[in-house]
């Protein structure tokens, strides 16, 4: 670790010389090239592996099933928070940015987990919680002293404890004031000082002062510490929401700007994901890629959600009903595309721990299923698979509040179960802990596992690793292939849409719902026929009609079909 800590110094002297003033939103960034082939597999590592037999699973774990999740075609793991945390928010409250939670190990167990993952040319990202900490952080019981210290300015404060604006917290402190949460009260929000502050608020620091200032530095030597260990990059969690009170996003992009500068200065293959929901903002601000999920209006929700889960709806569209609408998604998709260009990308999840997984209330079957993942897998961008979709893991409605997962709007923790790698009812974890730590033993039993579909070939599992084959070998189908929606007007079944990169192209027809559609779809760029690389469900009919250019389609329920236009 000697030599983790030097090189650590070395290079934070480096940056506090070259980085020093907000100049770095006249750089002209770059993309490292790898991405555009990356495919990721987010791991929730205390659902994961359990190796000691403590019922939490642990960085080792996560090591002896790299081989796994590279036989999916997966090539990049994201991992959630992995830092020494109170755990009030399942890690998303951060004690220590230095050092791994002892439940998951050491800091040399995460750099062997590193080496491995570049043995099998893997790569990872950690989680970086960069916009606060925990309360039981050494940093926040600093600021907290009645006497000016390095930490007094670490964090937001009032100048009364009288004074207690909205989202500001009060206690017993020995400063007068009160402290800016983020999110649960044990989460005292990190000064990045406010993009337009009020003059009015002496709390409100312009992102220039010296207390957001060393801020930027900290973020920037926390990162360098696990790049110079081997890490490859960073997804943010909640990447925007750090400069407050930032309508216009000046602030933010003088921060990001700043980072990014530094960061692909020092390491110019290392990624920087945002969580925004918005690749729009994201990219311009300066991170390479951004999710499109269930924030805002990005129509995610529409495709996905039910009746059941963490966030809920009436009516989606992979649903048996047939009864939803792709048009917000597919106006965000082609938004996000036409304004980041190629200066970053986008990743669709299949889910990830904050909402439900694809397995949810209805939509519970290998067809249906199927369905929901090959639309994720033949879409632009990056691709990411949430450990256990690949298998069709269910999200588990009714669990008890565990970890902070339970929000006003649901709970979270029904996508935070354990990975169900054999038919036990453990799976991997102490059958104590499963009882008392996520579900009910008994609900475990006959669930979908990986030991079970390894030796089906007309599993999820083996049909996921299918999709993300044909992904590799098709370029149409890869990260910038273009992507064209063939939908008419109140015509919402099946989804229709085409792929192309240079001279190839390919058309996916999905109907997720439970009933057989006959309709007619208008194309502009003309074809001779349609060869079949994959199909799956019932036998689909097309026709092609030359003269006014139409498809003409018979798709049965539950059917997806992926051709080769020639």
């Known amino acids: 670790m000697k030599k ?156 009364d404890s009288t004074i207690r604006p909205e989202k500001f917290v009060a206690g017993k402190f020995e ?40 801020m930027r530095q900290e973020l920037m030597h926390i990162m360098d510490y696990w790049m110079q260990m081997g890490c490859d990059g960073f997804r943010v969690d909640m990447a925007g929401s750090l400069v407050k009170n930032d309508p216009q996003l000046v602030g933010t992009t003088k921060l990001w700007h700043e980072v990014r500068q530094h960061f692909q200065s020092l390491y110019p293959d290392g990624i920087l994901l945002a969580e925004w929901g918005n690749p729009q903002k994201a990219i311009k601000v300066g991170f390479m890629m951004d999710f499109i999920i269930h924030f805002g209006n990005t129509g995610y929700d529409r495709m996905m959600f039910n009746q059941v889960g963490t966030s809920r709806r009436d009516t989606c569209y992979f649903d048996l009903k047939g009864a939803g609408n792709p048009d917000p998604f597919i106006n965000n998709l082609y938004d996000c595309l036409n304004v980041i260009g190629n200066k970053g990308h986008i990743c669709i999840p299949t889910a990830n721990h904050d909402f439900q997984r694809a397995n949810c209330g209805p939509r519970n079957t290998p067809e249906q299923l199927k369905a929901s993942l090959a639309f994720f897998l033949t879409l632009p961008g990056v691709p990411l698979i949430y450990y256990g979709d690949e298998i069709g893991m ?8 565990k970890e902070g997962s339970m929000l006003s709007k649901g709970n979270r923790a029904g996508s935070r179960t354990p990975m169900q790698w054999d038919s036990s009812p453990g799976a991997g974890f102490s059958t104590a802990s499963i009882k008392q730590y996520y579900l009910p033993i008994d609900t475990c039993a006959n669930r979908p596992n990986v030991e079970q579909q390894e030796k089906d070939p007309q599993s999820l599992l083996n049909y996921v690793r299918c999709l993300l ?83 003409r389609l018979s798709v049965p329920p539950l059917s997806i079909g992926i051709y080769k236009i020639q």
């Open 4 to 159: 983790y800590f030097l090189q650590f110094i070395i290079v934070s002297l480096l940056s506090l010389n070259a980085h020093s003033s907000l100049r770095a939103q006249e750089v002209d960034f770059i993309l490292p090239p790898w991405i555009e082939k990356a495919v990721f597999y987010q791991i929730y590592p205390q659902s994961f592996q359990d190796t000691n037999g403590d019922g939490i699973g642990d960085i080792q774990g996560i090591i002896n099933r790299l081989d796994y999740v590279k036989s999916l075609g997966c090539n990049t793991v994201w991992l959630n928070p992995c830092f020494h945390s109170a755990f009030m928010d399942a890690g998303y409250d951060v004690i220590d940015f230095y050092r791994v939670a002892p439940r998951y190990g050491t800091n040399d167990d995460l750099r062997k987990l590193f080496e491995e993952a570049h043995q099998r040319n893997m790569r990872v990202v950690l989680d970086l919680v960069a916009g606060h900490s925990s309360d039981q952080s050494l940093w926040f019981k600093y600021s907290q002293r009645k006497e000016h210290n390095p930490y007094s300015d670490r964090y937001i404060w009032t100048n």
């Open 175 to 214: 400063r007068n004031g009160t402290y800016r949460k983020n999110y649960f009260d044990c989460q005292p929000a990190l000064n990045y000082g406010y993009g337009e502050p009020d003059p009015a608020h002496p709390w409100e620091e312009p992102i220039t002062a010296p207390g957001p200032t060393a």
């Open 394 to 401: 269910k999200f588990i409605d009714g669990l008890p509040n």
């Open 469 to 551: 084959e044909l992904r590799k070998e098709h370029p149409a189908l890869a990260c910038r292939g273009e992507i064209q929606f063939w939908q008419e007007g109140n015509d919402k079944y099946p989804l229709v849409y085409e792929r192309k990169q240079d001279s190839e192209r390919i058309l996916i027809c999905i109907n997720p719902s439970g009933r057989t559609v006959k309709t007619e779809r208008s194309y502009t760029r003309s074809f001779r026929k349609l060869t079949p690389l994959l199909t799956t469900g019932g036998n689909i009919e097309l026709k092609i009609k030359l003269k006014g250019k139409k498809l």
